[in-house]
């Protein structure tokens, strides 16, 4: 027999070809199918007798063949096996298609358990196709709930469930379980063992509810140490108190006056600098309710102390333009401002780099490029990430790491994320919420139409533009691996298009091919007004900021996520004008069509997000790894919020007992937490 840790294939049932179908779910030993959890189960454990049965009941019947089972040929290619059961109150008339040779397998006069759906037919029932055991061997398939496996081709659900349950069973009491005990007692979670079983192989719903919270608990709970591990025990950390200074002086001279909660959250962010205690604060606003300036003021702040502060944008385009838009806010009090960024010629970064290690410059903004090595600051204070969501943890802790004393940290995310997520993604950093638009913004309205639209909506576009208003086109990005349907046009290709059908009009494209320079070349063109429509993917999906742009047109709406549509939709309504967004889209599905309607009458990014959530599912939240973390296999952030908090609470407890997990009862957490990491992509200290 094979052992846990011995490549699959050596496995009785599953040879060679289903090793590599198991492979492609990642699993490649019997350990790996003990944690290969069933995305969903059916409870096939209700019985009936024939004369209780009702028309689309589910369920199993007990009862014995009748007279020996039929095959008739109803024409070329559909065959029929007929069978009579019957049990003390009635008869149930089955039938399978196609399965000819179920007529030898049924003996007259043997006793089964058949689980399928009951249809009635004048007073008879019927079941077409059930599943079916011999009562002697049954309990495997019927009569319990049995699990239902995500699967591949060439794997079939039987096939999964016999694997798995040879799994357990050389498993004994093995399981790759990472919670110590005492955890485990102080929350009243079953073992491990049981766990694993019940969770494949529940004895019935209460013994699947127990064994789902420990495996739950379990998950988030690897996972609140890890992340635990890899902040470095931040928390609670001295940091560096910068002298108190006059706000009025900054924000006084503004071309306009903050917001109360822009206010309110600057206000926040100076007195975590002040205090003494390390700043790890996040600032969550809706696009365009302005965080930059939150972002203005701390780095204002910090320079009052002569400190230095560093901020990192997602892309070159967004870097750019804080730039300028922090030299606008910055420059007037003498407070230097530069940049780096991957695609700057080598001198150029050099000279910045030798003004950041003496000094000289008091603010840099910039992409990763921040992160390399050789990047050196005289006296950083404060690092401000936009759009965090972009960046791992670890992005963040290495960031953190070019001062000489860790800095205070900001981050700042428009991405309005659900509570849940916000939780495990943020841990215990403190929230400052930007729950108010600066003064004059008008709702974008937004329509969904469909391809029969392109003439008016051509109209449109014209009319706008003739007003001195701009447009953005956005098209989704298309993969280079991925068969092109017909419908999908690229931006290059539509661009052209439409250029084609208002050649008067000024139309730029940015798309995946271009190099960063030139995209910002044509980036700066759109902004300074030089340019009509811009067409791209969707590298304006972050922060960039023209006020002049009236009208977002996403094409092929369908392809993109409610939250990323938001996003988009953002970037219009943003001046003095009144703004539209139309999501086009011949899409016909109907969770299609419900996103699309979503976005016609919400507007609030926070429940976008949440509507997002509902209709995708958490495990794409993950799955889409634009968080840097892991993907959940069990824990489903919808509906575990009270076993998510409860793990963070004992990950917390356990890393404030054994910081580094080098106890020996924690070995195994710790290699887990690890192997984590390691899939991160992160690193582990
Ligand atoms: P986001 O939160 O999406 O990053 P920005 O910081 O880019 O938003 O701000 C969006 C726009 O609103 C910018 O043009 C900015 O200058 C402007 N703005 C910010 N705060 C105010 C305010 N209090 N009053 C008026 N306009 C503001
Ligand atoms: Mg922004």
Redesign the pocket.
């Known amino acids: 027999m094979a052992g846990l840790h011995d490549e699959l294939r050596y496995t009785k049932g599953i040879g060679e070809a289903r090793a590599k179908a198991f492979s492609k779910l990642g699993i490649h030993d019997l350990a790996g199918l003990v944690s290969f959890f069933p995305r969903a189960y059916e409870d096939r454990s209700r019985f009936a007798k024939i004369s209780e049965l009702c028309d689309g009941d589910t369920v199993c019947v007990e009862a014995m063949v009748h007279g020996s089972p039929t095959l008739s040929r109803i024409r070329r290619g559909l065959e029929l096996v007929k069978l009579r059961a019957a049990d003390d109150t009635g008869t149930l008339f089955i039938s399978y298609f196609n399965q000819n040779y179920l007529k030898d397998v049924f003996k007259p006069g043997e006793s089964y358990v058949f689980y399928g759906k009951v249809q009635a037919m004048g007073r008879a029932f019927t079941m077409t196709n059930p599943v079916y055991e011999r009562l002697s061997a049954a309990g495997r398939a019927t009569g319990r709930i049995v699990p239902v496996y995500r699967l591949t081709s060439g794997l079939s659900q039987n096939l999964v469930r016999s694997s798995v349950r040879q799994a357990l069973d050389v498993a004994g009491d093995w399981t790759p379980d990472g919670l110590p005990d005492a955890v485990a007692r102080k929350y009243r979670l079953c073992s491990a063992r049981y766990a694993y079983e019940n969770v494949h192989f529940p004895a019935d719903m209460r013994a699947l509810e127990l064994a789902r919270t420990r495996l739950v608990f379990e998950e988030l709970f690897v996972l609140a140490c890890a992340l635990g591990l890899l902040r470095g025990g931040r928390e609670g950390q001295a940091g560096r108190v910068l002298a108190r200074a006059e706000l009025e002086r900054f924000t006084a001279s503004l071309p ?4 109360g909660a ?1 206010l309110r959250a600057i206000g926040e962010a100076v007195s975590d600098m002040s205090s003494g205690r390390l700043m790890n604060r996040l600032v969550q ?1 809706d ?7 939150v972002a203005a003021a701390c780095v204002w702040y910090a320079a009052q102390s002569g400190a230095q502060s560093a901020f990192m944008a997602p892309t070159e385009i967004l870097a750019e333009q804080h730039f300028a838009t922090l030299t606008g806010f910055l420059e007037p009090f003498g407070i230097r401002v530069a940049k780096l960024t991957g695609s700057m010629k080598a001198k150029e970064k050099r000279e910045v780099l030798a003004a950041l290690a003496s000094g000289e410059v008091q603010l840099c903004v910039g992409t990763h490029a921040l992160l390399s090595e050789g990047v050196a600051f005289r006296d950083l204070a404060l690092v401000v990430t936009d759009e965090q969501h972009r960046f791992g943890v670890q992005q963040r802790a290495a960031l953190a790491e070019k001062g000489a004393a860790p800095p205070h940290i900001l981050v700042m995310s ?1 991405t309005p994320i659900p509570r849940t997520l916000a939780l495990i993604i943020y841990g215990d950093l403190d929230v400052s919420l930007i729950d108010e638009l ?2 004059g913004r008008q709702k974008v309205d937004t329509f969904a139409v469909d391809s029969s639209y392109r003439q008016r909506l051509n109209g449109f576009i014209e009319k706008l533009v003739s007003e001195g208003r701009q447009v953005f086109v956005v098209c989704p990005r298309i993969e280079d691996d991925e068969e092109k349907p017909d419908d999908l046009k690229s931006a290059e290709e539509h661009a052209a298009a439409l250029q084609k059908e208002l050649p008067e009009l000024r139309i730029g494209c940015i798309h995946g091919k271009l190099k960063a320079r030139d995209k910002d070349a044509i980036m700066a063109q759109f902004s300074a007004g030089e340019l009509d429509v811009l067409v791209s993917t969707t590298v304006i999906e972050v ?1 960039v ?1 023209v ?1 002049n742009a009236a009208l977002m047109v996403i094409e092929n709406a369908e392809r993109f996520g409610l939250s990323q549509l938001h996003q988009l939709r ?1 970037r219009v309504g ?1 001046g003095r004008h009144k703004s539209w967004c139309i999501l086009v889209s011949d899409a016909k599905g109907e969770e299609a069509r419900a996103r699309l309607s979503a976005m016609t009458h919400i507007s609030d990014g926070f429940k976008i997000a949440e509507e997002d959530l509902r209709l995708r599912g958490p495990g794409d939240f993950f799955g889409s790894r634009q968080h840097g973390l892991p993907e959940l296999h069990i824990a489903d952030l919808g509906a575990d919020m009270n076993v998510l908090k409860a793990a963070q609470e004992a990950a917390k407890e356990l890393l404030e007992a054994d910081p580094e997990l080098a106890a020996s009862e924690n070995s195994k957490l710790k290699e887990r937490a690890g192997q984590l990491i390691a899939m991160s992509g992160g690193r582990f200290n």
């Open positions: 306009f006056r903050p917001t822009q606003g696009v365009g309710s302005g965080k930059t300036l428009a600066p003064p922060g900021d006020p953002g943003r």
